[in-house]
């Protein structure tokens, strides 16, 4: 028996350059740890905002330290 597992859904997930983007991964405030909101942007694009600190930043190139690993147990 020869399975394969070459399914075209695997394909994206390698792509992702943050392949745990809205999966395993929360966006946090590096300031105040709060959880960040998805915004849409005038341009077009979006971006995680923290209401308290009223700064963010792009969805498109967040900061590591907004990054916190959902099973991890660090969040702030
Ligand atoms: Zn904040």
Do not use: I
């Not at 740890?33 to 963010?56: F, I, K, N, T, V």
Request: charged letters at 30%.
């Amino acid at each position: 028996m020869t399975k394969k597992f070459t399914k075209p859904m695997k394909r994206n997930w390698k792509d992702d350059p943050f392949p745990a983007s809205g999966r395993h991964y929360l966006y946090v405030c590096p300031d105040c740890g709060s959880r960040m909101e998805l915004h849409d942007l005038r341009d077009g694009d979006q971006a995680y905002w923290c209401h308290p600190c009223a700064q963010g930043h792009r969805a498109g190139e967040p900061p590591l330290e907004a990054l916190r690993h959902e099973a991890s147990g660090e969040v702030a």
